[in-house]
T-cell receptor, first 111, second 119 residues
Framework: EAQVTQNPRYLITVTGKKLTVTCSQNMNHEYMSWYRQDPGLGLRQIYYSMNVEVTDKGDVPEGYKVSRKEKRNFPLILESPSPNQTSLYFC??????????FGNGTRLTVT | AQKITQTQPGMFVQEKEAVTLDCTYD???????LFWYKQPSSGEMIFLIY??????QNATEGRYSLNFQKARKSANLVISASQLGDSAMYFC????????????????FGTGTQLKVEL
């Protein structure tokens, strides 16, 4: 089944403790992206990747890192999480002119 | 300026009625695509419908249609014969291909419209 898998679904952590949210897709998509969703703000792009080893900042990249060593994986790294990074995170992948396929989301709480 | 504007934070509609969710966009890129996604309370993002900037006809997918008015830069979603299961948050999004500036492939979302279908 074609899908985008992100883990974990729920994560509660403390300020400053490094964490990684994994994202994997099995559709051979070159394009992958991370979004965060906050009430009243919609979804905002954090980082995106056009292909392996090609990543670029979105609208809200501060406090986040990504890597794209393989086509299928695009992990989101929070080196030192802070409470303002409490949010719902989505990973997505797609072909250039097609709809994005989204993962089921990761609800992160930073205390 | 906002790239994607959804002016209706919340909407109510009666079951079996049609409803229009508004979306206006702003871009100088000649090539772009417009999407609508549905997010039920369970949280997943469900793709509904797509309209390309060069498409001559309005897109339709079952009970969903996209009223695309390019000169007005609007891409309203019309849901016909609303069902209780249509209650959800709806997001309009635009993908710009940066033909003029080169590079990138960005999908920008609006702030969403919460639709509630009532009996």
């Amino acid at each position: 089944e074609a899908q985008v898998t992100q883990n974990p679904r729920y994560l509660i952590t403390v300020t400053g403790k490094k964490l990684t949210v994994t994202c994997s897709q099995n559709m051979n998509h070159e394009y992958m992206s991370w979004y965060r969703q906050d009430p009243g703000l919609g979804l905002r792009q954090i980082y995106y990747s056009m292909n392996v080893e090609v990543t670029d900042k979105g609208d809200v990249p501060e406090g986040y890192k990504v890597s794209r060593k393989e086509k299928r994986n695009f992990p989101l790294i929070l080196e030192s999480p802070s409470p303002n990074q409490t949010s719902l995170y989505f990973c997505a992948s797609g072909l250039p002119e097609s709809p994005l396929h989204f993962g089921n989301g990761t609800r992160l709480t930073v205390t | 300026a906002q790239k994607i504007t959804q002016t209706q934070p919340g909407m109510f509609v009666q079951e079996k009625e049609a409803v229009t969710l508004d979306c206006t966009y702003d871009t100088s890129d000649p090539s772009y695509g417009l999407f609508w996604y549905k997010q039920p309370s369970s949280g997943e993002m469900i793709f509904l419908i797509y309209q390309g900037s060069y498409d001559q006809q309005n897109a339709t997918e079952g009970r969903y249609s996209l009223n695309f008015q390019k000169a007005r830069k609007s891409a309203n979603l019309v849901i016909s014969a609303s069902q209780l299961g249509d209650s959800a948050m709806y997001f309009c999004a635009m993908r710009e291909f940066f033909i003029l500036t080169g590079g990138g492939n960005k999908l920008t979302f609006g702030t969403g419209t919460q639709l509630k279908v009532e009996l």
